[in-house]
């Protein structure tokens, strides 16, 4: 049974500088409990300032990464009408990056078990939304769960991508699926190609909900690959629906911390959320070259 505990609320105003104008969004962190793995989830929630009925995006962060560095994106979209949340994966903070050390992440057993427990988080998010409405009482009611899509930037990415329909492996393992189908399109940030975390070559094969990826062109592996690896899953998705944003200039923790692209990484991704999330079909022609970043489809 999926239960959950209350330690702590904190209600704000957060606002950013994007894209030439003031952004802003509410917050408010919750820890959500599941009983099954006993483990406590914290989440961060922006939410729009207004009433009504918003669809849902859900973020996962990168290995060794704080939630606070996606912030940028927690605000752009939530101001642009959506409930963002961002849970807090085990390894995804610095101190417990510290704790474990970054050679979890080249170890493909460790890394398989981290993407397996991101998407029991994404899926906790998802299972307990009538109790974060219930700590949250300026988004009771106003999460559209018809309409979810998920997030994510480098191990983050490939959370999105396993619950967007990829399957990946453990070492010598069958090839799983970890499809949640609530979510109904997901955006890639630095994804992983085949040789990481479980990931492969047919990997991607039949990923048929709409998807955007996005990677720098100076955006390598951490085991040295080239930029071009991060295109891969792009290239093995089938067509339909599918866009690749490349960004000029932008190395690995440019879509965390690397401020001169945000303006381009959030209009991109609103535009798509525009389209596949809120059914704004006339979004569709903002999904375009804009700054540093350069677009691709299929």
Request: include cysteine; charged fraction near 20%; charge should be neutral.
């Amino acid at each position: 049974m999926l239960t959950y505990v209350r330690v702590g609320f904190v209600a704000g105003f957060t606002a950013i500088q994007l894209c030439g104008s003031l952004h802003a969004a509410s917050t408010a962190s919750v820890v959500l409990h599941d009983s099954n793995r006993n483990r406590d989830v914290p989440v961060k929630v922006f939410y729009p300032s207004k009433a009504g009925s918003f669809p849902l995006i859900v973020f996962s962060h990168g290995f060794g990464g704080t939630k606070d560095g996606y912030e940028y994106l927690g605000n752009g979209w939530a101001d642009s009408g959506y409930i963002v949340i961002l849970p807090t994966h085990f390894g995804s903070d610095h101190d417990a990056f510290l704790e474990v050390g970054g050679k979890t992440a080249r170890d493909p057993a460790a890394a398989f078990e981290l993407q397996r427990q991101r998407t029991a988080d994404v899926s906790l998010v998802l299972s307990l939304l009538d109790k974060i409405e219930q700590q949250v009482p300026d988004v009771r009611g106003q999460v559209d769960r018809q309409h979810v899509g998920v997030g994510g930037h480098s191990m983050g990415a490939g959370t999105a991508m396993l619950v967007g329909g990829a399957t990946a492996s453990s070492p010598k393992g069958a090839m799983q699926s970890f499809r949640d189908d609530r979510v109904k399109a997901i955006v890639a940030m630095s994804p992983q190609g085949p040789g990481e975390e479980g990931f492969g070559e047919r990997s991607w094969d039949h990923i048929d909900i709409p998807v955007m990826t996005m990677s720098g062109t100076r955006d390598g592996g951490i085991g040295g690959e080239p930029p071009s690896w991060r295109v891969q899953a792009f290239n093995h998705m089938p067509s339909g629906d599918k866009y690749q944003v490349t960004v000029n200039g932008a190395e690995h923790l440019s879509f965390a911390i690397g401020f001169r692209f945000h303006p381009c990484i959030v209009r991109e991704s609103i535009a798509f959320w525009d389209v596949y999330l809120k059914g704004e079909s006339s979004a569709k022609q903002r999904i375009a070259n804009f700054g540093a970043c350069q677009l691709s489809s299929k």
